[in-house]
């Protein structure tokens, strides 16, 4: 029994834990789907409920995946049957293969598009480019009958080759170093973008709290956004914490990891709106929001022209390492637990992304007839990530709250959440424990309720 979890992997350190679930919750989710959801929804009083939510709902979920991985060491599937084999709870596992199938088809895409940039920014297509000029670059880069699906191709290529070369390692290491990077080309964004005239409307925007904005739909958009920011509700943290070292204070790293990935996102959004309302823009652009406004600040910026090109190569690489956790978790399932080739199952499931994925960047083009296929009204595009985010993961989230809740025995989890009383964490302990069993499950029931109008 202890010769085989030796024989498994493990994270070196705290810090080493730290960094890589913070490098699968961080991704395109900052500083793509976190800004432009904001500004559709809203803008400070949708990030009310999103902080909300995080605290209530996503770090009760993010614990519970923590520890269900490491007290198991396994797969998500095999760590549910090896707590409890009988009953439902088996179909978390195989709805979070589906979730991470959803979530790859769009986000592929729209990494496409990250890539692709690189290339606009290196040839200097931005250069003094009006907020006009770069609204038709971006919808000719999303909606072009050709490019977007070769760009989407190589995406899904670097990942497959990532994984199937297994140099994930190495990769990891690296985005240790070049995250850091990222976020001080940010914070310029951010000082640049906050000194342009007009900026204080766009502060005032993400931040103050218009109570008549929040509906049912902003409740529902920020809850799926922060399940999907923090990784959750599909078994990458459970898959994460089965690397997780003994001694981690799993309560702790949770916590960190929300607020870090919680700042990163609020500095993309405070790099992003002064300059929607300084160039005199409206904060509803919908996906290209942030395509169309970072070019702007950095033309605005000493060697924008330069730092672009860095800002955009290391956007690829955080969407590539958020991917590679997603495509991770299936190809994993493959292996263990169909017993697939490694080389086989990656192959498998990224052909799978490649046929589906281009069907959904073609649906962002209006003269391709597969525009037209509109299951639920919405087209590919956002069916995909609605039904992930609004739909598949928040009840991964209940399901999982569920059976931490109430199926593991609550001695074990405090065992488990203490190190064996190690942690003078009792206190947390009790706060999680209540909000796992009580509110964490309650809201998103109500949440699921009312989406589907029993309650209106
Ligand atoms: N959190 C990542 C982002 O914000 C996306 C992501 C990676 C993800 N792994 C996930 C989302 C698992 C849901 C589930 O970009």
Do not use: H
């Amino acid at each position: 029994m202890e010769k085989k979890s030796q024989e498994r992997e493990r994270f070196s350190t705290g810090l080493a834990v730290f960094f890589a679930t913070l490098s699968s919750a961080v991704g395109l989710g900052n500083i793509w789907k976190f800004p432009y959801l904001t500004g559709n929804y809203g803008g400070g009083a949708f990030l009310l409920i999103y902080f909300i939510c995080i605290v209530l709902v996503a770090l009760p979920v993010m614990i519970s995946e923590m520890y269900i991985g490491r007290k198991t060491r396994k797969n998500p599937i095999g760590a549910i049957a090896a707590i409890k084999s009988r009953g439902p709870w088996k179909i978390i596992g195989y709805m979070g293969i589906l979730s991470a199938f959803f979530i790859l088809f769009f986000y592929s895409s729209v990494a496409g598009w990250v890539y692709s940039y690189i290339f606009k920014a290196l040839s200097g297509t931005f250069a003094n480019s009006s907020y006009k000029e770069l609204d038709n670059i971006f919808n000719k880069t999303a909606s072009s009958p050709v490019a977007p699906i070769i760009w989407q191709f190589v995406a899904i290529i670097v990942v497959a080759s990532i994984l199937v070369l297994g140099v994930k390692k190495g990769i990891e290491r690296m985005t240790k170093v070049l995250m850091p990077v990222l976020l001080i080309l940010i914070i310029i964004c951010d000082i640049r973008a906050l000194t342009l005239p007009g900026a204080m409307q766009g502060v005032a925007f993400i931040f103050k709290v218009d109570f008549s904005s929040i509906t049912k739909e902003v409740i529902l958009m920020a809850l799926g956004l922060s399940f999907f920011k923090l990784s959750l509700g599909m078994g990458t943290i459970i898959t994460y914490g089965s690397y997780f070292t003994s001694d981690n204070n799993m309560i702790a790293t949770a916590g960190k990891v929300a607020v870090s990935d919680t700042i990163v996102s609020l500095l993309a959004g405070i790099a992003i709106f002064p300059a929607v309302f300084s160039f005199g823009m409206t904060p509803q652009q919908g996906p290209g929001l942030l395509f169309k406004t970072i070019p702007l600040v950095f033309s605005k910026v000493p060697f924008g022209g330069v730092l672009i090109v860095l800002f955009f190569v290391l956007s690829a690489i955080a969407a590539t390492t958020a991917m590679l956790s997603m495509l991770e978790v299936v190809v994993t399932y493959f292996v263990e637990e169909k017993k697939v080739s490694r080389r086989k199952a990656v192959l498998l499931c990224s052909t799978i992304v490649l046929v589906i994925g281009t069907f959904v960047t073609m649906s962002q083009n209006g003269a391709n007839p597969v525009s037209k296929i509109k299951p639920f009204g919405l087209s590919l595009f956002d069916f995909f990530d609605q039904a992930s985010s609004n739909v598949l993961l928040p009840l991964g989230g209940l399901l999982i709250a569920l059976f931490a809740g109430y199926v593991i025995d609550k001695k074990d989890m405090k065992t488990e959440l203490s190190n064996y009383g190690e942690l003078k964490n009792k206190k947390l302990i009790r706060i999680y424990t209540f909000l796992v069993r009580y509110i964490t499950p309650v809201l998103l029931f109500i949440v699921f309720m009312s989406m589907i109008g029993v309650w209106g």
